[in-house]
């Protein structure tokens, strides 16, 4: 079993700031099959990114992916008000499919 | 536009059972593998089950297997999670999704939630 460790836990940022947020795997996955999720209060997660760095429709360019191996970065350029949120990266190549423990981006 | 529609969920006591289910629209729902991923309160997401769209493979994770079942039909674009022998750890907000192994999950239904006490 892949298991995903992210970090850190919380990140206390302000708007128009980059933020970093790091996924580490226990063993080197494909980046083919690795996703970062968004998920606000109250909300179900939205797919942020797939294959590590591909954007899926309609997320903004200043989400972007990057890695490989067993070290996975999410970053977001400039953070917008609307950013701050819990972010998960999952492995979804093979069963089981395990998200990492989130990172959540407060503001500061 | 792809939707997915979650209903059933509720309060149930320790040993009881519960019927989600799952309509789907805005896409080819047989040609796609689905899950049923789920968050306790306040915690982070764990896939409970799969299902590919021909139904030829079925996934359950080790803490549901042999309690649930999951199943779908696909001439009414329907998902469905039966959950037996239900657990207070099993409280938790369940999702429909879209995807699975091989695929990101790129549709998430809105969420039921599923209560267990006594």
């Known amino acids: 079993e892949i298991v995903l460790t992210q970090s850190p836990g919380t990140l206390c940022l302000s708007p128009g700031e980059r933020a970093t947020l790091s996924c580490r795997a226990s063993?080197?996955?494909?980046?083919?099959?690795l996703g970062w999720y968004q998920q606000k209060p109250g909300q179900a997660p939205r797919l942020l990114i797939y294959g590590a760095s591909s954007r899926a429709t309609g997320i903004p360019d200043r989400f972007s992916g990057s890695g490989s191996g067993t070290d996975f970065t999410l970053t977001i350029s400039r953070l917008e008000p609307e950013d701050f949120a819990v972010f998960y990266c999952?492995?979804?190549?093979?069963?089981?499919?395990?998200f990492g423990g989130g990172t959540r981006v407060e503001i500061k | 536009e792809v939707e997915l529609l979650e209903s059933g969920g509720g309060l149930v006591q320790p040993g009881g059972s519960l019927r989600l289910s799952c309509v789907a629209s805005g896409f080819t729902f047989s040609s796609h593998t689905m899950s049923w991923v789920r968050q306790a309160p306040g915690k982070g997401l764990e896939r409970v089950s799969g299902?590919?769209?021909?139904?030829?493979?079925?996934y359950y994770a080790d803490s549901v297997k042999g309690r649930f079942t999951i199943s779908r039909d696909n001439s009414k674009n329907t998902l469905s999670l039966q959950m037996g022998s239900l657990r207070a750890e099993d409280t938790a907000v369940y999702y429909c999704?879209?995807?699975?192994?091989?695929?990101?999950?790129?549709?998430w239904g809105q969420g039921t939630l599923v209560s267990v006490s006594s």
């Open positions: 063993q080197s996955v494909s980046s083919s099959y």
């Open positions: 999704v879209k995807g699975g192994t091989g695929t990101p999950f790129d549709y």
């Open positions: 999952q492995y979804y190549g093979s069963s089981p499919l395990t």
């Open positions: 299902i590919t769209g021909s139904s030829g493979s079925i």
